[in-house]
T-cell receptor, first 112, second 113 residues
Framework: DAGVTQSPTHLIKTRGQQVTLRCSPK?????VSWYQQALGQGPQFIFQ???????QRGNFPDRFSGHQFPNYSSELNVNALLLGDSALYLC???????????FGQGTRLTVV | KNQVEQSPQSLIILEGKNCTLQ??????????LRWYKQDTGRGPVSLTI?????NTKSNGRYTATLDADTKQSSLHITASQLSDSASYIC????????????FGTGTQLKVEL
């Protein structure tokens, strides 16, 4: 079992660009949550996808959007990147929305 | 507002020594509390999980305690090793209202020779 996998592991983008991050959940998991973790801070909840729909959303602007595919994998899209979007983006999967979450290794996004 | 506060913010100890990390939370109603270990640049890995009725849980050299009355938890690390150097994050799951997870900001532990 490969666990939760995220790609890419590192990414550098310029202000104003758009970025797409990808997540494959742990085998058998159907729920994917995305978190943003700034340096020295705890993860902040962005949103959760279950049954291909956004079920919950944290306090993030509409520039942050996502998608879940029929195979339960997920994408996080961020438009009009700002310097403040630089962070470690974590994906967590679970078997149903309120069960134990397993985290991927994260994608380190740097906006310059 | 549901909050999780951890102390100390950072800690340096010598290899072989013990240490205790603290977590205070205001999340209510409460479902469970989990301690995660996060290596730099990596995703968090679960160490222990405790529900309302549990007051202690061990995982090797890691022992977590929970006092649901005072809303406090601690993580005790015994005989520390260099590989214990990481951020330790306390995460509380609420009950109802989407059962959201509330993360603490973590304690950065460094174990030195």
């Amino acid at each position: 079992d490969a666990g939760v996998t995220q790609s890419p592991t590192h990414l550098i983008k310029t202000r104003g660009q758009q970025v797409t991050l990808r997540c494959s959940p742990k085998s058998g998991h159907d729920t994917v949550s995305w978190y943003q973790q700034a340096l020295g801070q705890g993860p902040q909840f962005i949103f959760q996808y279950y049954e291909e729909e956004e079920r919950q959303r944290g306090n993030f602007p509409d520039r942050f959007s996502g998608h879940q595919f029929p195979n339960y994998s997920s994408e996080l899209n961020v438009n009009a990147l700002l310097l403040g979007d630089s962070a470690l983006y974590l994906c967590a999967s679970s078997l149903e929305p309120n069960t134990e979450a397993f985290f991927g290794q994260g994608t380190r996004l740097t906006v310059v | 507002k549901n909050q999780v506060e951890q102390s100390p913010q950072s800690l340096i100890i010598l290899e072989g020594k013990n240490c205790t990390l603290q977590c205070n939370y205001t999340v209510s109603p409460f479902s469970n509390l989990r301690w995660y270990k996060q290596d730099t640049g990596r995703g968090p890995v679960s160490l222990t999980i405790m529900t309302f009725s549990e007051n202690t849980k061990s995982n090797g050299r890691y022992t977590a305690t929970l006092d649901a009355d005072t809303k406090q938890s601690s993580l005790h690390i015994t005989a520390s090793q260099l590989s214990d150097s990481a951020s330790y994050i306390c995460v509380v799951r609420g009950k109802g209202g989407g059962n959201k997870l509330t993360f603490g900001t973590g304690t950065q532990l460094k174990v030195e020779l």
